[in-house]
Protein backbone atom coordinates (compact mmCIF):
# COMPACT_ATOMS: atom_id res chain seq x y z
CA UNK A 1 0.00 0.00 0.00
CA UNK A 2 1.48 2.94 -1.00
CA UNK A 3 2.30 6.12 1.75
CA UNK A 4 -0.40 8.37 0.89
CA UNK A 5 -3.14 5.67 0.54
CA UNK A 6 -2.16 4.33 3.74
CA UNK A 7 -2.59 7.95 5.30
CA UNK A 8 -6.05 8.52 3.36
CA UNK A 9 -7.27 5.31 4.80
CA UNK A 10 -5.64 5.90 8.37
CA UNK A 11 -7.68 9.19 8.29
CA UNK A 12 -10.44 8.11 7.37
CA UNK A 13 -10.48 5.00 9.80
CA UNK A 14 -9.82 7.38 12.73
CA UNK A 15 -12.27 9.57 11.58
CA UNK A 16 -14.95 6.48 11.82
CA UNK A 17 -13.42 5.58 15.18
CA UNK A 18 -13.19 9.12 16.65
CA UNK A 19 -17.10 8.97 15.52
CA UNK A 20 -18.07 5.85 16.98
CA UNK A 21 -16.76 6.86 20.52
CA UNK A 22 -17.60 10.30 20.70
CA UNK A 23 -21.58 9.06 19.54
CA UNK A 24 -21.19 6.74 22.61
CA UNK A 25 -19.84 9.61 24.83
CA UNK A 26 -22.65 11.90 23.89
CA UNK A 27 -25.24 8.89 24.32
CA UNK A 28 -24.54 8.25 28.08
CA UNK A 29 -23.45 12.17 28.83
CA UNK A 30 -25.98 12.50 31.82
CA UNK A 31 -23.49 10.01 33.85
CA UNK A 32 -20.84 12.80 33.56
CA UNK A 33 -23.51 15.44 34.69
CA UNK A 34 -23.06 16.74 38.46
CA UNK A 35 -25.83 14.62 39.52
CA UNK A 36 -24.31 11.63 37.25
CA UNK A 37 -22.21 8.90 39.24
CA UNK A 38 -19.13 10.59 37.30
CA UNK A 39 -19.50 14.20 38.76
CA UNK A 40 -16.34 16.35 38.07
CA UNK A 41 -17.18 17.87 42.08
CA UNK A 42 -15.80 14.27 43.52
CA UNK A 43 -13.95 13.22 40.95
CA UNK A 44 -11.52 17.15 40.45
CA UNK A 45 -9.90 15.64 43.93
CA UNK A 46 -7.72 13.06 41.44
CA UNK A 47 -6.32 16.51 40.34
CA UNK A 48 -3.37 17.98 42.57
CA UNK A 49 -4.94 22.16 43.18
CA UNK A 50 -3.53 24.10 41.44
CA UNK A 51 -3.96 25.77 38.29
CA UNK A 52 -4.72 22.58 36.08
CA UNK A 53 -7.31 21.92 37.98
CA UNK A 54 -9.00 25.49 37.88
CA UNK A 55 -9.02 25.32 34.19
CA UNK A 56 -10.03 21.45 34.15
CA UNK A 57 -13.20 23.03 36.01
CA UNK A 58 -13.99 25.17 33.46
CA UNK A 59 -13.55 22.35 30.77
CA UNK A 60 -15.65 19.86 32.75
CA UNK A 61 -18.84 21.76 33.13
CA UNK A 62 -21.59 20.08 32.28
CA UNK A 63 -22.61 22.47 29.46
CA UNK A 64 -18.60 23.08 28.00
CA UNK A 65 -18.53 19.06 28.02
CA UNK A 66 -21.32 18.76 25.56
CA UNK A 67 -20.19 21.53 23.40
CA UNK A 68 -16.59 19.88 23.21
CA UNK A 69 -18.38 16.54 22.13
CA UNK A 70 -20.37 18.39 20.02
CA UNK A 71 -17.59 19.96 18.38
CA UNK A 72 -15.76 17.30 17.52
CA UNK A 73 -18.38 15.96 15.24
CA UNK A 74 -17.77 18.70 12.38
CA UNK A 75 -14.12 18.47 13.42
CA UNK A 76 -14.57 14.34 12.33
CA UNK A 77 -16.49 14.97 9.14
CA UNK A 78 -13.81 16.80 8.29
CA UNK A 79 -11.17 14.93 8.74
CA UNK A 80 -12.77 12.22 6.81
CA UNK A 81 -13.91 14.45 4.02
CA UNK A 82 -10.61 16.98 3.27
CA UNK A 83 -7.92 15.30 5.67
CA UNK A 84 -5.76 15.95 8.55
CA UNK A 85 -4.12 19.45 9.07
CA UNK A 86 -2.30 20.53 11.81
CA UNK A 87 -4.82 22.37 14.27
CA UNK A 88 -7.22 19.49 13.46
CA UNK A 89 -4.58 17.59 15.06
CA UNK A 90 -3.95 19.43 17.51
CA UNK A 91 -7.78 20.13 18.43
CA UNK A 92 -7.74 15.77 18.40
CA UNK A 93 -5.35 15.30 20.62
CA UNK A 94 -5.90 17.77 22.80
CA UNK A 95 -9.85 16.27 22.94
CA UNK A 96 -8.88 13.04 23.58
CA UNK A 97 -6.35 13.59 26.09
CA UNK A 98 -9.32 15.50 27.87
CA UNK A 99 -11.63 12.67 27.50
CA UNK A 100 -9.29 10.05 29.41
CA UNK A 101 -8.44 12.97 32.00
CA UNK A 102 -12.65 12.90 32.45
CA UNK A 103 -12.67 9.05 32.73
CA UNK A 104 -9.87 8.84 35.27
CA UNK A 105 -7.09 7.89 32.62
CA UNK A 106 -9.45 5.79 30.73
CA UNK A 107 -13.12 4.87 29.72
CA UNK A 108 -12.02 1.86 27.61
CA UNK A 109 -8.86 0.56 28.91
CA UNK A 110 -6.92 -0.39 25.45
CA UNK A 111 -8.86 0.95 23.02
CA UNK A 112 -8.28 4.24 24.38
CA UNK A 113 -4.55 3.72 24.60
CA UNK A 114 -4.21 2.97 20.75
CA UNK A 115 -6.41 5.53 19.72
CA UNK A 116 -3.80 7.67 21.31
CA UNK A 117 -1.22 6.46 19.42
CA UNK A 118 -3.24 6.48 15.52
CA UNK A 119 -4.04 10.49 17.43
CA UNK A 120 -0.06 10.74 17.87
CA UNK A 121 0.72 9.46 14.55
CA UNK A 122 -1.18 11.97 12.64
CA UNK A 123 0.24 15.02 14.93
CA UNK A 124 3.93 13.50 14.32
CA UNK A 125 3.08 13.88 10.42
CA UNK A 126 1.40 17.20 10.89
CA UNK A 127 4.97 18.28 13.20
CA UNK A 128 7.00 16.49 10.23
CA UNK A 129 5.45 18.09 7.71
CA UNK A 130 6.05 21.57 8.81
CA UNK A 131 9.82 20.92 7.81
CA UNK A 132 8.45 20.99 4.05
CA UNK A 133 8.57 16.68 3.14
CA UNK A 134 4.76 15.49 3.58
CA UNK A 135 6.11 12.03 2.18
CA UNK A 136 8.81 11.70 5.04
CA UNK A 137 6.00 13.26 7.47
CA UNK A 138 4.05 10.45 6.81
CA UNK A 139 6.22 7.71 7.07
CA UNK A 140 7.28 8.76 9.92
CA UNK A 141 3.50 9.02 12.02
CA UNK A 142 2.68 5.62 9.79
CA UNK A 143 5.96 3.60 11.34
CA UNK A 144 5.11 4.69 14.81
CA UNK A 145 1.94 3.61 14.38
CA UNK A 146 2.83 0.17 12.81
CA UNK A 147 5.56 -0.17 15.59
CA UNK A 148 2.98 0.32 18.27
CA UNK A 149 0.01 -1.67 16.72
CA UNK A 150 2.75 -4.37 16.26
CA UNK A 151 3.92 -3.73 19.84
CA UNK A 152 0.71 -4.31 21.22
CA UNK A 153 0.12 -7.99 19.90
CA UNK A 154 3.44 -9.17 20.54
CA UNK A 155 3.55 -8.22 24.24
CA UNK A 156 -0.13 -9.35 24.40
CA UNK A 157 0.93 -12.48 22.91
CA UNK A 158 4.20 -13.25 25.01
CA UNK A 159 2.92 -11.88 28.30
CA UNK A 160 -0.12 -15.19 27.45
CA UNK A 161 3.02 -17.49 26.74
CA UNK A 162 4.40 -16.83 30.28
CA UNK A 163 1.12 -18.02 31.81
CA UNK A 164 0.19 -21.54 32.73
CA UNK A 165 -3.40 -21.05 32.77
CA UNK A 166 -2.86 -19.68 28.65
CA UNK A 167 -0.70 -22.18 27.91
CA UNK A 168 -2.80 -25.06 28.93
CA UNK A 169 -6.17 -23.21 27.66
CA UNK A 170 -8.01 -22.77 31.20
CA UNK A 171 -7.56 -18.82 30.91
CA UNK A 172 -9.81 -18.79 27.82
CA UNK A 173 -13.02 -20.17 29.24
CA UNK A 174 -12.35 -18.24 32.96
CA UNK A 175 -12.68 -15.21 30.98
CA UNK A 176 -15.41 -16.30 28.90
CA UNK A 177 -17.42 -17.68 31.68
CA UNK A 178 -16.58 -13.69 33.08
CA UNK A 179 -17.36 -11.58 30.09
CA UNK A 180 -20.40 -9.34 29.87
CA UNK A 181 -22.49 -11.49 27.97
CA UNK A 182 -22.70 -13.76 31.38
CA UNK A 183 -20.92 -17.23 31.40
CA UNK A 184 -20.49 -19.50 28.82
CA UNK A 185 -23.66 -22.22 28.10
CA UNK A 186 -22.49 -25.61 30.08
CA UNK A 187 -22.88 -27.02 27.04
CA UNK A 188 -20.73 -24.43 24.86
CA UNK A 189 -18.13 -25.73 22.45
CA UNK A 190 -16.25 -23.27 24.25
CA UNK A 191 -15.80 -25.27 27.46
CA UNK A 192 -14.41 -28.33 25.93
CA UNK A 193 -10.73 -28.12 26.91
CA UNK A 194 -8.97 -29.47 24.09
CA UNK A 195 -10.84 -26.67 21.64
CA UNK A 196 -10.12 -24.13 24.54
CA UNK A 197 -6.14 -24.99 24.40
CA UNK A 198 -6.40 -24.91 20.76
CA UNK A 199 -7.72 -21.52 20.31
CA UNK A 200 -5.37 -20.02 23.00
CA UNK A 201 -2.39 -21.48 21.36
CA UNK A 202 -3.30 -20.11 18.01
CA UNK A 203 -3.81 -16.50 19.11
CA UNK A 204 -0.49 -16.60 21.20
CA UNK A 205 0.93 -18.13 18.73
CA UNK A 206 -0.03 -15.37 16.07
CA UNK A 207 0.14 -12.67 18.68
CA UNK A 208 3.53 -13.63 19.20
CA UNK A 209 4.44 -13.75 15.73
CA UNK A 210 3.36 -10.07 14.61
CA UNK A 211 6.65 -8.39 13.69
CA UNK A 212 6.61 -11.21 10.83
CA UNK A 213 3.71 -9.48 9.64
CA UNK A 214 6.63 -6.55 8.56
CA UNK A 215 8.47 -8.84 6.33
CA UNK A 216 6.28 -8.83 2.86
CA UNK A 217 3.29 -6.68 2.58
CA UNK A 218 1.14 -10.57 1.77
CA UNK A 219 2.37 -11.57 5.18
CA UNK A 220 1.28 -8.49 6.46
CA UNK A 221 -2.16 -8.37 4.90
CA UNK A 222 -2.80 -12.18 5.94
CA UNK A 223 -2.03 -11.09 9.53
CA UNK A 224 -4.39 -7.87 9.16
CA UNK A 225 -7.39 -10.38 7.75
CA UNK A 226 -6.87 -12.51 11.20
CA UNK A 227 -6.36 -9.32 13.59
CA UNK A 228 -9.88 -8.46 11.72
CA UNK A 229 -11.00 -12.08 12.84
CA UNK A 230 -9.23 -11.45 15.69
CA UNK A 231 -11.12 -8.24 17.17
CA UNK A 232 -14.45 -9.49 16.38
CA UNK A 233 -14.19 -12.02 18.12
CA UNK A 234 -13.41 -9.48 21.47
CA UNK A 235 -16.06 -7.73 20.42
CA UNK A 236 -18.44 -10.42 20.35
CA UNK A 237 -17.59 -12.54 23.51
CA UNK A 238 -16.37 -9.07 25.47
CA UNK A 239 -18.32 -6.06 24.21
CA UNK A 240 -15.69 -4.38 23.11
CA UNK A 241 -16.34 -2.68 20.12
CA UNK A 242 -14.19 0.65 20.59
CA UNK A 243 -10.70 -2.03 20.61
CA UNK A 244 -11.99 -3.93 17.13
CA UNK A 245 -12.25 -0.06 15.46
CA UNK A 246 -9.17 0.91 17.49
CA UNK A 247 -7.04 -1.45 16.00
CA UNK A 248 -8.60 -1.23 12.74
CA UNK A 249 -7.16 2.29 12.22
CA UNK A 250 -4.02 1.04 12.52
CA UNK A 251 -3.99 -1.62 9.34
CA UNK A 252 -3.24 0.66 6.91
CA UNK A 253 -0.11 1.82 8.77
CA UNK A 254 1.13 -1.82 9.03
CA UNK A 255 0.68 -2.67 5.28
CA UNK A 256 2.35 0.31 4.19
CA UNK A 257 5.26 -0.72 6.31
CA UNK A 258 5.47 -3.65 5.26
CA UNK A 259 5.40 -2.24 1.52
CA UNK A 260 8.45 -0.27 2.37
CA UNK A 261 10.66 -3.49 1.97
CA UNK A 262 12.35 -2.17 5.10
CA UNK A 263 13.77 -5.81 5.73
CA UNK A 264 14.57 -7.44 2.30
CA UNK B 1 21.65 -2.17 11.05
CA UNK B 2 17.67 -1.60 11.02
CA UNK B 3 17.37 -4.94 10.92
CA UNK B 4 18.91 -5.66 14.45
CA UNK B 5 17.73 -2.46 15.29
CA UNK B 6 14.33 -3.92 15.20
CA UNK B 7 15.50 -7.37 16.94
CA UNK B 8 17.09 -5.61 19.11
CA UNK B 9 13.40 -3.19 19.95
CA UNK B 10 11.70 -6.43 20.61
CA UNK B 11 14.24 -8.15 22.55
CA UNK B 12 13.98 -5.59 25.16
CA UNK B 13 10.64 -5.79 24.97
CA UNK B 14 10.65 -9.33 26.32
CA UNK B 15 13.34 -8.76 28.93
CA UNK B 16 11.15 -6.20 30.24
CA UNK B 17 8.50 -9.10 30.44
CA UNK B 18 11.12 -11.11 32.75
CA UNK B 19 13.38 -8.44 34.78
CA UNK B 20 10.52 -6.42 36.68
CA UNK B 21 11.25 -3.21 37.63
CA UNK B 22 10.22 -0.90 40.44
CA UNK B 23 6.62 0.83 39.15
CA UNK B 24 6.07 4.63 39.64
CA UNK B 25 3.33 6.14 40.77
CA UNK B 26 1.55 9.33 40.87
CA UNK B 27 -1.80 11.06 40.61
CA UNK B 28 -0.96 12.05 36.91
CA UNK B 29 0.53 9.00 36.16
CA UNK B 30 -2.43 7.42 36.71
CA UNK B 31 -4.47 10.08 34.98
CA UNK B 32 -2.30 9.80 31.61
CA UNK B 33 -1.27 6.25 31.86
CA UNK B 34 -2.59 5.61 28.16
CA UNK B 35 0.69 7.44 27.41
CA UNK B 36 2.59 4.44 28.81
CA UNK B 37 0.51 1.32 27.70
CA UNK B 38 2.11 -2.04 28.90
CA UNK B 39 -0.75 -3.75 26.23
CA UNK B 40 -1.31 -6.68 28.42
CA UNK B 41 -4.74 -7.91 28.33
CA UNK B 42 -6.67 -10.50 29.86
CA UNK B 43 -2.94 -11.68 30.81
CA UNK B 44 -3.48 -13.54 34.37
CA UNK B 45 -6.07 -15.32 36.18
CA UNK B 46 -6.45 -14.89 39.54
CA UNK B 47 -8.90 -12.84 42.27
CA UNK B 48 -11.20 -10.12 40.95
CA UNK B 49 -12.91 -7.74 42.87
CA UNK B 50 -16.74 -8.15 42.77
CA UNK B 51 -19.05 -5.53 44.00
CA UNK B 52 -22.11 -6.54 46.64
CA UNK B 53 -24.62 -4.15 47.78
CA UNK B 54 -27.43 -4.23 50.23
CA UNK B 55 -30.06 -1.60 50.68
CA UNK B 56 -32.86 -0.93 53.60
CA UNK B 57 -36.40 0.91 53.83
CA UNK B 58 -36.41 3.82 55.80
CA UNK B 59 -36.98 3.32 59.13
CA UNK B 60 -40.08 2.81 61.19
CA UNK B 61 -39.03 4.54 63.83
CA UNK B 62 -36.33 6.01 64.94
CA UNK B 63 -34.87 3.39 67.19
CA UNK B 64 -35.20 0.67 64.91
CA UNK B 65 -33.02 -1.51 63.48
CA UNK B 66 -32.29 -1.58 59.42
CA UNK B 67 -34.62 -4.13 58.12
CA UNK B 68 -31.76 -5.21 55.52
CA UNK B 69 -32.38 -6.68 52.17
CA UNK B 70 -29.94 -9.78 50.87
CA UNK B 71 -26.23 -9.48 49.34
CA UNK B 72 -26.97 -8.41 45.53
CA UNK B 73 -23.93 -8.66 43.02
CA UNK B 74 -23.70 -5.58 41.03
CA UNK B 75 -21.55 -6.82 38.28
CA UNK B 76 -22.48 -5.95 34.41
CA UNK B 77 -24.35 -8.39 32.21
CA UNK B 78 -25.74 -7.17 28.84
CA UNK B 79 -27.61 -8.44 26.09
CA UNK B 80 -25.14 -9.09 22.59
CA UNK B 81 -26.53 -7.92 19.66
CA UNK B 82 -24.01 -7.35 16.17
CA UNK B 83 -24.90 -4.12 15.50
CA UNK B 84 -23.34 -2.92 19.11
CA UNK B 85 -20.27 -3.39 16.97
CA UNK B 86 -21.36 0.58 16.01
CA UNK B 87 -22.57 1.66 18.93
CA UNK B 88 -22.26 0.08 22.28
CA UNK B 89 -22.83 2.85 25.02
CA UNK B 90 -24.29 1.28 27.74
CA UNK B 91 -22.05 -2.05 27.70
CA UNK B 92 -18.89 0.72 27.95
CA UNK B 93 -20.41 2.01 30.77
CA UNK B 94 -20.65 -0.97 32.73
CA UNK B 95 -17.36 -1.97 31.64
CA UNK B 96 -15.93 1.10 33.11
CA UNK B 97 -17.94 0.68 36.47
CA UNK B 98 -16.64 -2.53 36.54
CA UNK B 99 -12.98 -0.72 36.12
CA UNK B 100 -13.95 1.46 39.06
CA UNK B 101 -14.23 -1.54 41.18
CA UNK B 102 -11.07 -2.46 40.28
CA UNK B 103 -9.66 0.71 40.97
CA UNK B 104 -11.14 0.72 44.44
CA UNK B 105 -9.36 -2.76 45.29
CA UNK B 106 -6.10 -1.68 44.21
CA UNK B 107 -6.46 1.70 46.14
CA UNK B 108 -7.44 -0.17 48.71
CA UNK B 109 -4.56 -2.44 48.74
CA UNK B 110 -2.29 0.50 48.32
CA UNK B 111 -4.05 2.33 51.50
CA UNK B 112 -1.49 3.39 54.35
CA UNK B 113 -2.25 1.98 57.96
CA UNK B 114 -4.42 3.99 59.72
CA UNK B 115 -5.92 6.19 56.37
CA UNK B 116 -9.57 6.78 55.70
CA UNK B 117 -10.90 5.10 52.28
CA UNK B 118 -14.08 7.33 52.24
CA UNK B 119 -11.23 9.75 51.31
CA UNK B 120 -11.02 7.80 47.79
CA UNK B 121 -12.07 9.09 44.72
CA UNK B 122 -12.93 5.80 43.75
CA UNK B 123 -14.99 4.98 46.94
CA UNK B 124 -16.89 7.70 46.54
CA UNK B 125 -17.44 7.21 42.73
CA UNK B 126 -18.14 3.50 43.84
CA UNK B 127 -21.01 4.70 46.50
CA UNK B 128 -22.63 6.57 44.00
CA UNK B 129 -22.78 3.85 41.65
CA UNK B 130 -23.81 1.72 44.55
CA UNK B 131 -27.05 4.04 45.41
CA UNK B 132 -28.30 4.84 42.40
CA UNK B 133 -27.72 0.80 41.31
CA UNK B 134 -29.99 -0.13 44.92
CA UNK B 135 -32.43 2.49 43.87
CA UNK B 136 -32.92 1.67 40.27
CA UNK B 137 -33.69 -2.16 41.36
CA UNK B 138 -35.61 -0.39 44.70
CA UNK B 139 -36.23 3.28 44.28
CA UNK B 140 -37.75 3.37 48.22
CA UNK B 141 -34.43 2.24 49.57
CA UNK B 142 -33.39 4.34 51.82
CA UNK B 143 -29.99 2.99 53.06
CA UNK B 144 -27.44 1.05 50.79
CA UNK B 145 -23.73 -0.99 52.18
CA UNK B 146 -21.46 -2.97 50.13
CA UNK B 147 -18.82 -5.28 49.89
CA UNK B 148 -15.57 -5.48 47.78
CA UNK B 149 -15.06 -9.13 47.64
CA UNK B 150 -12.29 -11.33 45.64
CA UNK B 151 -13.61 -13.66 43.78
CA UNK B 152 -11.47 -16.25 42.26
CA UNK B 153 -13.25 -18.26 39.98
CA UNK B 154 -12.12 -21.34 38.48
CA UNK B 155 -13.05 -22.81 34.46
CA UNK B 156 -16.25 -24.52 35.89
CA UNK B 157 -17.37 -21.48 38.30
CA UNK B 158 -16.67 -20.01 41.53
CA UNK B 159 -13.48 -21.81 44.03
CA UNK B 160 -13.11 -19.16 46.47
CA UNK B 161 -14.45 -16.10 47.59
CA UNK B 162 -13.06 -13.28 50.49
CA UNK B 163 -14.40 -10.13 51.73
CA UNK B 164 -12.17 -7.23 51.06
CA UNK B 165 -13.92 -4.47 52.74
CA UNK B 166 -17.41 -3.22 53.61
CA UNK B 167 -18.41 -0.11 53.78
CA UNK B 168 -20.56 1.86 56.23
CA UNK B 169 -24.03 2.44 56.11
CA UNK B 170 -24.76 4.94 53.13
CA UNK B 171 -27.61 7.27 52.96
CA UNK B 172 -29.26 6.81 49.65
CA UNK B 173 -31.45 10.08 49.17
Known amino acids: MPVSSAARALEILLALSLLLQTLEYLRIRQVLTVQGLWAWPVQRTDIPPGAVQNLLDLLFGDRAMHWHLLLRLPVLLLLAWQGSNLALAVFLFASHVLMLIRWRGAFNGGSDFMTLVAISGLLLAQLVQLGGDPHLAWRAGLWYICLQSITSYFMSGWVKLMQPEWRNGQAMTIFLNAAIYGPLPMDSVLRKPWLARAGAWAFIGWECAAPLALLHPLVALVFCLIALLFHFLVFWFFGLNRFFWAWVVTFPAILACSAQRVFW | ?173
Open chain 2, 1 to 173: MLEALFLLYFLVLLATLVFKSRIVTGPWLFLLRAFFPNWKFFHATGNVPHLYARWAMPKAQPTADLQWSDWIPIFPRRPRHLLHVFHNAQTNLALVQQNLVEHLAADLNHLAAGADARALVSYQLVSRLVCQSLQTQQPDCAYGQFEVRMVLDGTTGLLQEDTMMRSPVLPCR
